[in-house]
T-cell receptor
């Protein structure tokens, strides 16, 4: 696609419910990243995919968070039993060649998650 | 491990200059700079590679000193459109880490 696409753009959910956030990276980009950004804060690394595998899951805040990527393309970030502290903007980014220092990240517009 | 940026925030008048610094405790092989406007996603500005390379983008330029493990972003004759939060980013093993961020506001 022309850019990184994320859906939904906004999600309001009740505490305790599960949510799924979707990311469709730029076609041909092998690396995919998920970040979380709380209001007025920086970019917190969650997980990185190279193809379909995730060599680094260290950024996931708890075992309620999981992510997968299929076909080397679309990725889904799932949050189970949501808590109010999960409220944030979840950003997805992709890059062409993760091993190259020349390859910047391209971001989607994010999903704003509000847990009530 | 996260690069530290300074200052945390800066307010400028249109036409003034600013410098944003990014320092890392680990070796840097490249630095990328991004700008995030309020309510929007970060947008890539420029890449700096080893060798003390400097780059320019309009009136925004940057330098990279790998020995000092730091990079600086220079904004010259700032415009209202420069307002936003600036992040440096660096590639680690399996991770792409962003700096702490610098909020810049340009006033008319």
């Amino acid at each position: 696609g022309a850019g990184v696409s994320q859906s939904p753009s906004n999600k309001v959910t009740e505490k305790g419910k599960d949510v799924e956030l979707r990311c469709d990276p730029i076609s041909g980009h092998t690396a995919l990243y998920w970040y979380r950004q709380s209001l007025g804060q920086g970019l917190e690394f969650l997980i990185y995919f190279q193809g379909n595998s995730a060599p680094d899951k260290s950024g996931l805040p708890s075992d309620r968070f999981s992510a997968e990527r299929t076909g080397g393309s679309v990725s889904t970030l799932t949050i189970q039993r949501t808590q109010q502290e999960d409220s944030a903007v979840y950003l997805c980014a992709s890059s062409f060649d993760p091993g190259s220092y020349n390859s910047p990240l391209h971001f989607g517009n994010g999903t704003r998650l509000t847990v009530t | 491990q996260q690069p530290v940026q300074s200052p945390q925030a800066v307010i400028l008048r249109e036409g003034e200059d600013a410098v944003i610094n990014c320092s890392s405790s680990k070796a840097l092989y490249s630095v990328h700079w991004y700008r995030q406007k309020h309510g929007e996603a970060p947008v890539f500005l420029m890449i700096l590679l080893k060798g003390g390379e400097q780059k320019g983008h309009d009136k925004i330029s940057a330098s990279f000193n790998e020995k000092k493990q730091q990079s600086s972003l220079y904004l010259t004759a700032s415009q209202l459109s420069y307002s936003g939060t600036y992040f440096c980013g660096t590639l680690g093993t399996y991770k792409y880490i962003f700096g702490t961020g610098t909020r810049l506001k340009v006033l008319a």
